[in-house]
């Protein structure tokens, strides 16, 4: 299913849709399930999570190497850790890009059926909040596939802020 919207700045003329084109290529995996752990967050201070993406490989799959992990704050690069099937990984300086609401990891192995684990710290500001993740490969670097949130827990991907309901300020740890 798609939606277009044709829009158009000028009155008397009329946006038109001649044509529309797909191209399709493999995913890298049949599946990838993700879950962040602590699912409570203290408002107003970075905190430590662990996004654990399990992948469910098929006949076929590629395995990945990359992930895109959209984040509530920019996350620390002094506290940033990956382990894939339980092992620390070691990651070149270069490997990981931090932004103020996102970070890459290119990983110097193909993942296929570990699991992986990312450990980060960052301040969760919205309640509640969606880690979402999305895995990629070096080969085709346009290309993203979404982590999953996992079916069997529920809120797997979410964090919530239990303070932030109960709190009779606007603006919370604001001095001036």
């Known amino acids: 299913q798609f939606e277009v919207s044709l829009v158009s700045d ?10 529309l084109s797909l191209d399709f290529v493999d995913a890298f995996v049949a599946g ?12 107003g201070a970075a905190q430590r999570f662990v996004y654990q993406i399990r992948p469910q490989f098929g006949s076929g799959d590629s395995g990945f190497n990359r ?19 339980g092992s620390p990984v070691e990651l070149a300086p270069e490997a990981v890009r ?8 290119e990983l110097p192995q193909q993942v296929e059926d570990e699991t992986v684990d990312i450990e980060l710290y960052v301040n969760v500001v919205q309640n509640p909040y969606h880690f979402d993740a999305f895995v990629g490969h070096t080969q085709n670097l ?10 069997d827990v529920r809120f797997s991907t979410s964090v919530f802020l239990p303070a932030a309901n109960s709190s009779d300020r606007l603006i919370g740890n604001l001095s001036v």
């Open 10 to 19: 000028t009155p008397d003329t009329a946006a038109t849709l001649r044509s």
């Open 32 to 43: 990838a399930v993700g879950e962040i752990e602590p699912k409570e967050a203290v408002l």
């Open 142 to 151: 346009e290309l993203w596939q979404p982590v999953d949130p996992d079916p």
């Open 98 to 105: 931090f932004f103020p609401d996102s970070l890459v990891v």
């Open 67 to 85: 992930i895109l992990m959209e984040t509530p704050s920019q996350a620390d690069p002094d506290s940033f850790s990956v382990q894939i099937g």
